[in-house]
């Protein structure tokens, strides 16, 4: 057991933090007493430095070091660690650059078989975006539907294009016993049979298939497409720098994260957070209460570029109401969020709805949330929609069996002239008391 020492009196020990998250290792001043015990807080190195034991994350969660086994010069250290209720193993932690190999508690360097994951990485970054996409693999793992992610309808399955991705799709999994087996050949097949160039990134699926090369967008659409050729739901996912693809194994319920360019056929959700370029924007047809969602990482800027450095503030996310199912009926109750996450956003909806309640947590209704919706005759946003800061253009316009809305304690500052065109019915508006509310409407109002 490694000694531990707790400096005790006055100006014992000083700490100072570079950036925001990430402290830094200085040494302690010369104590007046010293008394040797554990101590959770720090661990004295052989240079007589302190290394932090437990820190608390930009997340506001604990990572907590031990079993602490220094190098002899202090620039580095073996341990392990525990974060939020996991225990992870870190070797050769530079504690000069602040990067670590992390891996499973049960890794060995001897034998590879009991790799689960590895990533090098610094931890202050590391753990708080491995919470935030177990989140999103959570969120799609068990609201994400299939359905939507089958063969386009408008698939030509005539066309020399389909018929040929289907006869090597066929080959290719012809000996595959299971829907898994099936998802992982694909991969492989794909990574195989094309050639990688990011000059022809952007080169349509068709073409990309012809002349087997493109970039990842070109690797994921054909994987996608033939998945879908086999009957597998699979889903095309993108960030501003990488392509993936979803596709749906039936047999055991789950969705398998696939990246064809890169050979890694079924990506775990340890070694997938740490790939600042799988940050995906469109995880999109999360299903509840007959309701669709798209995740946004920026609810107050959504669908807009995400933010690498911020997007794991799982507190800023919100869920973009995106389509219905009405089979069970066009009277649709929007939920308040799926696991915490708010619904805060709606634009372009297209549905024959007869009644709406939103959810209070609703923030924007964008350009042509509910235009032309003409079969709708009860729009409600809970509470008078108290989280409401931005209406767009024609957001209402033809809705013309509304007769009154409510918006009475909503943060509106203005009105865009339009938002409430063609609706020949509505009779009032209630809005709230605000100077700064500009509109043009020539319906009666209610503050």
């Keep these: 057991m490694k000694k531990r020492f707790l400096l005790v009196g006055a100006l014992a020990t ?23 015990e554990k101590n959770n807080d720090y661990y004295v190195l052989p240079n007589g430095e302190h290394f932090l034991t437990k820190r608390t994350l930009k997340n506001g969660k604990t990572l907590e070091f031990y079993d602490v086994k220094p190098y002899e010069d202090s620039k580095g250290v073996d341990c392990k660690a525990i974060y939020d209720g996991e225990e992870f193993k870190l070797i050769d932690y530079n504690l000069e650059t602040g990067y670590v190999f992390i891996a499973n508690p049960e890794y060995d360097y001897k ?54 991705m289907k006869s090597c799709a066929d080959e290719a999994i012809k000996d595959c016993k299971t829907e898994y087996d099936k998802i992982i050949t694909l991969d492989r097949y794909v990574h195989s049979v094309m050639t990688t160039d990011i000059k022809y990134d952007g080169l349509s699926l068709e073409k990309a298939w012809k002349q087997k090369i493109g970039a990842c967008g070109q690797y994921s659409s054909v994987l996608e497409r033939l998945c879908q050729i086999e009957g597998i739901p699979s ?54 209460d007959n309701c669709y969602f798209t995740l946004d990482y920026d ?39 799926i696991d915490g996450i708010p619904v805060t956003y709606v634009r372009g909806l297209t549905a024959d709805l007869t009644s709406i309640k939103l959810p209070s947590t609703l923030i924007k209704i964008k350009d042509d949330a509910f235009n032309s919706m003409d079969t709708l005759k009860s729009l409600v946003i809970d509470r008078g929609a108290p989280n409401l800061n931005e209406l767009g253009e024609r957001s209402f316009s033809g809705c013309s069996n509304i007769e009154e809305l409510d918006l009475s304690n909503s943060k509106l500052t203005s009105i865009p002239e339009g938002a409430f065109a063609y609706c020949k019915n509505l009779k009032t508006i209630k809005l709230a008391q605000s100077p700064q509310l500009v509109m043009k409407l020539s319906i009666t109002v209610s503050l």
């Design 299 to 337: 609810k107050n800027n959504p669908n807009s570029d995400t933010d690498k450095n911020t997007w794991d503030k799982m507190e800023n996310w919100g869920l973009n109401l995106q389509k219905f199912d009405l089979s069970n009926g066009s009277d649709i109750v929007v939920p308040n969020d």
């Design 14 to 36: 000083t700490l100072t933090f570079g950036g925001l998250f990430t402290p830094k290792l200085v040494k302690a001043a010369t104590p007046t007493t010293q008394a040797e």
């Design 111 to 164: 034998d590879k078989s009991t790799q689960k994951f590895r990533v090098r990485a610094n931890p202050e970054t590391y753990f708080p975006a491995l919470t935030a996409t177990k989140k999103v693999n959570d969120l799609i793992q068990k609201y994400k539907d299939p359905s939507k992610s089958m063969l386009p309808e408008n698939v030509d399955k005539t066309s020399e294009l389909y018929l040929d």
């Design 235 to 288: 889903s095309y996912v993108s960030s501003t720098k990488h392509a993936c693809v979803f596709s749906y194994d039936s047999e055991n319920k789950r969705w398998v994260l696939s990246d064809p360019i890169n050979y890694v056929a079924d990506w775990d959700v340890h070694s997938w957070a740490n790939q600042r370029d799988m940050v995906f924007n469109n995880n999109s047809y999360l299903k509840k």
